[in-house]
């Protein structure tokens, strides 16, 4: 079973600040990783997928890279409604599909 | 619209058995794989199970199987997710989410979730 490792567990910013999410796969998953964010009290939304691909609908600020067991979300200019808990998971090796810990992102 | 509607959430007791249903509107059900992610209270999130669009496949966690089922009924937009012998560890919100269609074993769509409790 892949292992996929979110850091850092809390990220506590301003609005307007740049916000960077890592995470890192037991062994290479190629590109074949998504992020979604997780707003308290809601559902998952998918952001990202294979890496670097935006979903339907998600803003230009919200971005993604990395290959093999390194990858980066990141999200330029904090708007408030982006303050949530952020989860990796990865589609190379499966069952089970396996999802990171989870980043949130706080208010500082 | 598009969505995802849970239902059959609740308090049962160990040892008992529940059965949550995922009814989905919006679009053609038949073309998608459907899946069942689990998040305990204050936890992250764990994918439990997933059907085929066809119905041919089914997958489960380690965690789940031989005690949980998943089936589908297309004719009413429908997945379903069979609990059996529930343990207090399978206490959590339970989420059906849709195959994204271009890209496999991608979750594109969530419902709302629906909360399972097992407490004696």
């Known amino acids: 079973e892949i292992v996929l490792t979110q850091s850092p567990a809390t990220l506590s910013l301003s609005p307007g600040d740049r916000a960077t999410l890592s995470c890192r796969a037991s062994?290479?998953?190629?590109?074949?990783l998504a992020w979604y964010q997780q707003r308290p009290g809601q559902a998952p939304r998918l952001l990202i997928y294979?890496?670097?691909n935006r979903a339907t609908g998600i803003p230009a600020r919200f971005s993604g890279s990395g290959s093999g067991t390194d990858f980066t979300l990141t999200i330029s200019s904090l708007e408030p409604e982006d303050f949530a808990v952020y989860y990796c998971?990865?589609?190379?090796?499966?069952?089970?599909?396996?999802f990171g810990g989870g980043t949130k992102v706080e208010i500082k | 619209q598009v969505q995802l509607v849970e239902s059959g959430g609740g308090v049962v007791q160990p040892g008992r058995s529940l059965r949550l249903s995922c009814a989905a509107s919006?679009?053609?059900?038949?073309?998608?794989?459907m899946h069942w992610v689990r998040q305990a209270p204050g936890k992250g999130l764990e994918w439990v199970a997933m059907?085929?669009?066809?119905?041919?496949?089914?997958y489960f966690a380690d965690s789940v199987k031989g005690r949980f089922t998943i089936s589908r009924d297309d004719a009413k937009n429908t997945v379903y997710l069979q609990m059996n012998s529930l343990r207090a560890e399978d206490t959590a919100i339970y989420f059906c989410?849709?195959?994204?269609?271009?890209?496999?074993?991608?979750?594109?769509?969530w419902g709302q979730g629906t909360l399972v409790t097992v407490s004696s």
């Open positions: 998971q990865q589609r190379i090796n499966w069952p089970p599909l396996t």
């Open positions: 059907i085929w669009e066809d119905g041919s496949n089914e």
């Open positions: 294979d890496a670097s």
């Open positions: 062994q290479s998953i190629r590109t074949y």
């Open positions: 989410a849709r195959d994204f269609s271009d890209v496999l074993m991608v979750l594109d769509l």
């Open positions: 919006g679009f053609t059900f038949t073309n998608y794989g």
